[in-house]
Structure formats: structure tokens, C-alpha cells
T-cell receptor, first 118, second 117 residues
Framework: AQKVTQAQTEISVVEKEDVTLDCVYETRDTTYYLFWYKQPPSGELVFLIRRNSFDEQNEISGRYSWNFQKSTSSFNFTITASQVVDSAVYFCALSELRDSGGSYIPTFGRGTSLIVHP | AAGVIQSPRHLIKEKRETATLKCYPIPRHDTVYWYQQGPGQDPQFLISFYEKMQSDKGSIPDRFSAQQFSDYHSELNMSSLELGDSALYFC????????????????FGEGSRLTVL
């Protein structure tokens, strides 16, 4: 079963629109970590944010904001006033404590491809 | 700041050949992770090493092996390559601070793109 679900495969918006990327996760752990990564066309994975399960405060960083809601197991990402440079694939990831090695290793969702048109 | 260095960035091989990818972690990072990302797919965890010992194992095929050396760099060896091995291979590193403080915040390299013809 997919532990991280990004139901939106592709989103297409026009520049300056706001856009929200959804992420729903599944875990039985009480301690876990959530991440968002950006993968531009060049291919590298760019870290955007980390959230631990005990911190439900929403966070804003410039045009980016994140809404973490444990009640719905969601960690959604909003880009305000989108720009063409925001075009990329965005991955949500969940880190749980692995039984095998005792460390946290991210499991990624399938990603959402965001296309921002000028 | 120094980042994770992967080499080569691009590699083309024929079926049944072998390939080796190298990863140089961020200085002072002691843990290395390998991920495989197929076309249009999400990155899948393969294997990780801490202090030269394998620490966790994911979906790494038996044809693949990896190791971490005394300078903490890691190599992923892939043998009997198949068309399906064509993918972007990411290495990531982190500094292990103890089980409950190692939060899985990995620093990724730019990836090595393997094409198998």
C-alpha cells in the first residue's frame, strides 16, 4: 500500500495563480517526519521543508506555505502567485523509523508535476 | 557549501554489462543512501550505509551491490544490466546523530543517469 499519496498527477496553472499540492500519508508511528522536495527538469532533488509529527504549526516561506493536519493525515503545499520557474515535479515524503536498521528513511509519493504557463 | 558529489553524471551501457556509480558525501556525513528513480517514477530506496556497514536495505536487486569505504564515499555496482535498470540513481548523505534524532533529512546529489541499451 502506498504510504504517501499524491493524488494529483499533473497540475497546470497560469502564472500568478495560487496552487495547492496535496499529500496524504499513512503511518502507525507517533514519531515521523514529512518532507517536500522539488525536482526541476534538470533532475536534482531540492529539499524544501521538513516537519516532525509533533509540530503542527503551519509554515510560510516566501511564496511557499505548508499546512500540516494530523487529523486528516495531510501535509499540503501551497505556492502563492506561481511563477514559470516553479514548474517542476514536487514530491512529498514520509520518514518512519525502520525496524531493520533503526533509522528514518524517506518514502516518496509518486509526485505531482506542476506546469506554470506564462 | 560542499554538496553530495556523484559520478559519472551520465552513463550509457549495453545489456548484460556492468556499471559502477560513485558517491562522495558531504564532508563529516557518515551515512550514505542510494535511491533509484525510473522514468516518471518516484525515487525508490535501495540501500544505505553507516560507518561502512550496511544499515538498511530496500528494493535493491541481487544483481546490485554497494559498499561504503573508509573515507565514507560509496560505490553502487550493477551487473548483468537490464533495460529496466535505466534510471536516475541518487545518492544522499546525512550525519547520523542517534536513532531518534536522525530524522531522515537527506541531502541529495544531482543524480547519475544510467541508460541501458
Amino acid at each position: 500500500a502506498q504510504k504517501v499519496t499524491q493524488a494529483q498527477t499533473e497540475i497546470s496553472v497560469v502564472e500568478k495563480e495560487d496552487v495547492t499540492l496535496d499529500c496524504v500519508y499513512e503511518t502507525r508511528d507517533t514519531t515521523y517526519y514529512l518532507f517536500w522536495y522539488k525536482q526541476p527538469p534538470s533532475g536534482e532533488l531540492v529539499f524544501l521543508i521538513r516537519r516532525n509529527s509533533f509540530d503542527e504549526q503551519n509554515e510560510i516561506s516566501g511564496r511557499y506555505s505548508w499546512n500540516f493536519q494530523k487529523s486528516t493525515s495531510s501535509f499540503n503545499f501551497t505556492i502563492t502567485a506561481s511563477q514559470v520557474v516553479d514548474s517542476a515535479v514536487y514530491f512529498c515524503a514520509l520518514s518512519e523509523l525502520r525496524d531493520s536498521g533503526g533509522s528514518y528513511i524517506p518514502t516518496f509519493g509518486r509526485g505531482t508535476s506542476l506546469i506554470v504557463h506564462p | 557549501a560542499a554538496g553530495v558529489i556523484q559520478s559519472p553524471r551520465h552513463l550509457i551501457k549495453e545489456k548484460r554489462e556492468t556499471a559502477t556509480l560513485k558517491c562522495y558525501p558531504i564532508p563529516r556525513h557518515d551515512t550514505v543512501y542510494w535511491y533509484q528513480q525510473g522514468p516518471g517514477q518516484d525515487p525508490q530506496f535501495l540501500i544505505s550505509f553507516y560507518e561502512k556497514m550496511q544499515s538498511d536495505k530496500g528494493s535493491i536487486p541481487d544483481r546490485f551491490s554497494a559498499q561504503q569505504f573508509s573515507d565514507y564515499h560509496s560505490e553502487l555496482n550493477m551487473s548483468s544490466l537490464e533495460l529496466g535498470d535505466s534510471a536516475l540513481y541518487f545518492c544522499a548523505s546525512s550525519f547520523f546523530q542517534g536513532h531518534h534524532s536522525n530524522t531522515g533529512e537527506l541531502f541529495f546529489g544531482e543524480g547519475s543517469r544510467l541508460t541501458v541499451l
